[in-house]
């Protein structure tokens, strides 16, 4: 290997150092980073007093500051809503459990009783009477009936009583009657206690069936009778049911039945308290309101009680800035959320995001700085609103810049992120307005359409444009949010369309005011750039022209075929031209190397080896995006610079060794040949290979004329096609025939007029071609090849 050729493979392949560690380079990791990182700003913008330790604050507690109502809320009445449900617990009906078996009940265990006294203790004659048992063994004999008797009949007994049954030897008659009397007695029903009657006869009572446990609302009390109050109806019901019996049957009959029976309506304690619960835990509480700006309490003064309550309720209500950090962390991952699915959406809309963090970085700042300015907006509507009472704060935040961070997306990436960005930056603005969806509608509508209507901008004026019509925009939004709220006739209204206009027209000047920040730190190329780089007066120009006129011409011609071209696709003619004017500056380092710069001399590449100027020629693709980055021409020409070849062969070197007498370079891979790539990956750097070809290409014609120029452009273009460096970009076959048609009218332009000259005309008919047709990769004369 010659010296020189040493010398040229080291510069073009200088070692690189790399200190981080891999996992940092990942952009994986980079993307995981600035998501977290945006989330966390995010979230503390949006919560901007948050704090994880709130005060402590006590009944008593002198204030070092006042505490003000940063939004409406309710604090609940404490003694209003305890006084509701002593009324409701007042009003409660109580639950009795209805026996109806209970009086057939009683009734059998008298009758039992008094049949086994009877047949156990009387001895028939087989008459109509008993006998005793003899009188030897009676004492005994009444002890053993009355205790069988009370046993049987649940209820003790007398001596009046015994006696009385005894005299009549427990006959069946006195049986009967003893039943029909305790029948009689359950014609009403019977309670146990007074004082739950008491209770249960203002509001009513439910009644339940212990059987079928069927409910009912029963009002009328009046046949209800309780126990403690049951002699006088004894009494009664005696005379009535017993009237012509003797005096001492009645006697006996209510004595007894008065200990016999039993209440058949019992108040339920357990029922009743669970249904005063279930009244106590839906009784409403009672509210009063406290209003927004409203001060709670003032420094210096002593909390009270009520003080203390309304503080309570402020920070409950998620004012006063009360977060946990549950409450933090949850918000966070809201937000994490929705910019992964912005990011997702994103992947679709924006070529090549997944092989650069610089968009999504962009796209957070910009949502930071958004935030940060409603912020800042509200801060200063407020403020305002608070010196001047005349104007309301409301009016003044249609002013804040929404459409902004939209306007600036569409500036930089495309209007259909915009648009995407747009729903996301309006969702995040609505938790500033306590989620009132008409700041949503306000903010998505202004900034939705006026970045789509700013489309292509070619002067500042045009953020200014978009800025006003953002502002009408604005302005119909709000009428339509006026007229639906019914306050259309309200004084504010006009202050709220001017503010609306204002809106606008702000954010319009904002993003004209910050783009050039924008384009030096995320090294994007926008349309004004692109303005500010088609100035041949550039000092990378100036140098070309000096330095390699023949690359400087080749550029400028090949800059008017894309443009023309571009225009013909719809693409951005623009881009298409002024990345034409610099794809070849890194033939500027060494342009001798260039047949288009050579002047007669000797062939620099006499002396190289066909994969050394092979090298050398593939490099100025390498150089040429080092200085766009020296020149800052942005990162959309440098990806044109290093795409414009593709992964295209250097055709004559690579023949040129397939045809030496060294056998180890015949076998020196094709791949060695070729260009790096990537291949082109957007419609103008697919037109700026097509015209760097077809271009050089046309210098090669003896005799242009438009059949054999035409001819010579469908033949490139095809070559280039079917070689697969088009794979990529989003260029189509009815793309391809416009170009071709867009290329042969600017070369019959460029070739108008030729003058026949007696010397012989160089003619393309023999002339060797390599295998992407480039003039520049092979001999044109003696001792010359053309790169």
């Known amino acids: 290997m010659h010296r020189s ?99 057939s009940s009683i009734c059998n265990q008298v009758t039992r009783a008094f049949s086994i006294v009877r047949h156990r203790y009387y001895r028939s004659n087989g008459g109509e009477t008993d006998e005793p048992v003899p009188p030897a063994t009676g004492r005994d004999t009444l002890r053993k009936i009355k205790g069988d008797f009370e046993k049987a009949v649940g209820t003790v007994l007398t001596d009046q009583e015994l006696a009385f049954l005894h005299k009549n030897r427990f006959s069946s008659e006195i049986g009967d009657r003893l039943v029909q009397f305790i029948q009689s007695l359950y014609s009403i029903d019977l309670v146990s206690h007074e004082e739950y009657m008491k209770w249960a006869k203002s509001r009513g009572v439910i009644v339940r069936d212990i059987k079928t446990q069927k409910e009912e609302d029963r009002k009328d009390l009046s046949s209800v009778l309780d126990m403690e109050n049951i002699d006088r109806y004894l009494q009664d019901q005696s005379l009535a049911v017993l009237g012509r019996e003797p005096a001492d049957l009645r006697r006996m009959s209510i004595s007894l039945a008065k200990r016999l029976i039993q209440p058949n309506l019992t108040f339920n304690k357990d029922a009743t308290e669970k249904r005063k619960q279930f009244v106590l835990d839906h009784v409403k509480p009672v509210y009063f309101k406290v209003s927004r700006n409203e001060v709670i309490a003032r420094a210096g003064d002593r909390l009270t009680p009520d003080d203390l309550l309304k503080i309570d309720a402020l920070y409950k209500t998620g004012g006063g800035t009360l977060f946990s950090r549950t409450t933090f962390l949850g918000i966070m991952l809201i937000l994490m959320v929705l910019s992964a699915v912005l990011y997702h959406i994103s992947k679709n809309l924006v070529k090549n995001i997944d092989k650069t963090n610089t968009d999504i970085l962009f796209l957070s700042v910009v949502a930071v700085l958004q935030m940060f300015l409603v912020r800042a907006g509200i801060f200063i509507s407020e403020s305002i609103a608070h010196t001047l009472p005349y104007i309301s704060a409301e009016a003044l935040f249609y002013a804040i810049p929404f459409a902004m961070s939209a306007l600036m997306v569409n500036v930089f990436l495309n209007r259909y992120i915009a648009f995407v960005f747009s729903i996301f930056s309006s969702f995040l603005i609505t938790f500033l307005f306590d989620a009132k969806i008409s700041m949503f509608l306000f903010s998505f509508l202004g900034s939705s359409v006026s970045s789509y209507h700013m489309a292509y901008f070619k002067q500042r004026s045009a953020f200014f444009k978009a800025g006003l019509f953002a502002g009408m925009v604005n302005m119909l939004v ?124 000797k062939n620099k590449h006499d002396k190289l080896s066909p994969k050394m100027s092979s090298l050398v020629i593939i490099s100025h693709v390498k150089d040429g995006c080092e200085l766009a980055q020296k020149y800052k021409l942005g990162r959309a020409i440098t990806d044109i610079i290093r795409q414009h070849h593709g992964m295209s062969i250097v055709g004559y070197f690579y023949e040129k060794a397939q045809k030496d007498k060294d056998p180890s370079i015949r076998s020196i891979p094709e791949s060695d040949f070729r260009y790096p790539g990537p291949k082109p990956q957007t419609k103008e750097a697919g037109l700026v290979l097509l015209g760097d070809v077809v271009e050089a290409s046309s210098r090669a014609l003896s005799d242009p004329t438009p059949s054999r120029i035409k001819n010579l452009v469908q033949s490139r273009i095809k070559q280039v096609f079917t070689d697969g460096q088009l794979d990529d970009c989003e260029l189509t076959m009815r793309d391809l025939n416009k170009i071709s048609e867009s290329f042969v009218r600017t070369l019959n332009a460029i070739f108008h007029h030729r003058i026949n000259y007696s010397e012989p005309a160089f003619r393309d008919n023999g002339s060797r071609k390599d295998s992407n047709g480039y003039p520049d990769h092979k001999p044109a004369e003696k001792n010359k090849t053309r790169h």
């Open 5 to 103: 050729e040493a010398a040229i493979k080291l510069k073009n392949h200088p070692a690189k150092v790399d200190i981080l560690p891999e996992f940092v380079r990942s952009i994986v990791f980079q993307r995981w980073m600035i998501l977290i990182l945006l989330s966390v700003i995010l979230t503390v913008l949006l919560v901007p007093k948050f704090r994880f330790i709130p005060t402590k604050f006590n009944v008593g507690m002198i204030l070092e500051k006042d505490i003000k109502a940063d939004h409406d809320f309710l604090v609940e009445d404490v003694v209003a809503t305890q006084q509701r449900k002593i009324d409701a617990a007042r009003n409660l009906e109580p639950v009795y459990d209805y026996d109806k078996d209970a009086p």
């Open 478 to 601: 709000i009428l339509c949010i006026v007229l639906i709220s019914g306050n259309f006739a309200s004084a504010d209204t006009i202050l709220k369309l001017f503010m609306g206009l204002i809106g606008g027209v702000l954010s319009g000047a904002i993003v004209a005011g910050i783009t050039p920040v924008f384009e030096s730190l995320f090294r994007y190329t926008t349309d004004i750039k692109l303005l500010e780089l088609s100035n041949l007066d550039q000092p990378i120009l100036q140098r070309m022209i000096v330095e390699a006129p023949g690359t400087y011409h080749h550029s400028i011609i090949v800059a008017s075929m894309v443009e023309a071209a571009a225009e013909a696709i719809s693409a951005n003619s623009l881009l298409a031209k002024v990345s034409a004017y610099y794809h070849d500056i890194g033939k500027i380092n060494k342009p001798l190397y260039f047949i288009e710069n050579q002047q007669g001399w």
